[in-house]
C-alpha cells in the first residue's frame, strides 16, 4: 500500500502532490504571459515555468518538453525555449514531482499549441526595358515587381522609388 506524502501548495494549504499539482498547471499558464494566450506559445520564444516552493518538504521537480531547448530539466523552475517552427505544432510540458523520502509521485503536463513567429518580407525587382542604344528622346519603361515572401498578408504597401535612375547610356 502506497501513502501519499502531504504537500503544500498555494496559501500554506496541506495537500496531496496530485491535489498541488493541478495548482502548479494553472501556474504554468501564468508563467507564459506576455500576452500570449493560455496554452499557446510563440515560436522561438523563451519562457521561464516556475513550481510553488513546498515548505518542510524536499521535493525532487523533473521537466520534460516534447520538443525545444532544453528537453529536459530539475528544479523548481524551468527556462525553456521553444522550437523554431514555419506552422504550428503542439509541444507537450510535463512536471513530474518526486519525494526522496518516498510516497505517491505526482505528474501531470500540458499542451502548448506554438504559433510561427510573424515575417513580413518583401522582395522588390526593379526592370527597365530599352532598347540599346538609347538616344536622346527615346522612352525607358521601368517595371517594379513586389512579391510577398513573408508568412503574413501585408496590407497597404507604399512603394517609393528614393533612386529615380536607369542603366548608363553612353552614345555608340
Known amino acids: 500500500m502506497r501513502i501519499c506524502i502531504?504537500?503544500?501548495a498555494f496559501g500554506g494549504k496541506r495537500q496531496t502532490p496530485a491535489a498541488a499539482i493541478a495548482v502548479i498547471?494553472?501556474?504554468?499558464?501564468?508563467?507564459?504571459?506576455?500576452?500570449?494566450?493560455?496554452r499557446e506559445g510563440l515560436s522561438g520564444a523563451s519562457y521561464i515555468f516556475k513550481a510553488p516552493e513546498a515548505p518542510g518538504e524536499e521535493l525532487i521537480y523533473q521537466w520534460n518538453a516534447s520538443d525545444g531547448s532544453p528537453s529536459s530539466a530539475e528544479g523548481?523552475?524551468?527556462?525553456?525555449?521553444?522550437?523554431?517552427?514555419d506552422s504550428p505544432k503542439t509541444v507537450v510540458i510535463s512536471l513530474n514531482i518526486v519525494s526522496p523520502s518516498g510516497g505517491?509521485?505526482?505528474?501531470?503536463?500540458?499542451?502548448?499549441?506554438?504559433n510561427s513567429q510573424p515575417k513580413p518580407s518583401?522582395?522588390?525587382k526593379k526592370d527597365c526595358i530599352?532598347?540599346?542604344?538609347?538616344?536622346?528622346?527615346?522612352?525607358?519603361?521601368?517595371?517594379?515587381?513586389?512579391?510577398?515572401?513573408?508568412?503574413?498578408?501585408?496590407?497597404?504597401?507604399?512603394?517609393?522609388?528614393?533612386q529615380n535612375?536607369?542603366?548608363e547610356s553612353k552614345p555608340v
Open 6 to 8: 502531504p504537500l503544500y
Open 25 to 38: 498547471l494553472v501556474f504554468f499558464f501564468i508563467a507564459l504571459g506576455s500576452g500570449v494566450s493560455e
Open 76 to 85: 523548481r523552475s524551468f527556462s525553456w525555449t521553444a522550437p523554431v517552427v
Open 104 to 114: 505517491c509521485p505526482a505528474k501531470n503536463s500540458i499542451e502548448i499549441l506554438l
Open 122 to 124: 518583401i522582395v522588390i
Open 130 to 162: 530599352f532598347n540599346a542604344p538609347v538616344r536622346i528622346g527615346d522612352s525607358i519603361t521601368y517595371t517594379y515587381n513586389v512579391t510577398n515572401n513573408g508568412n503574413m498578408p501585408l496590407i497597404n504597401v507604399v512603394l517609393a522609388d528614393t
Open 165 to 167: 535612375w536607369g542603366p
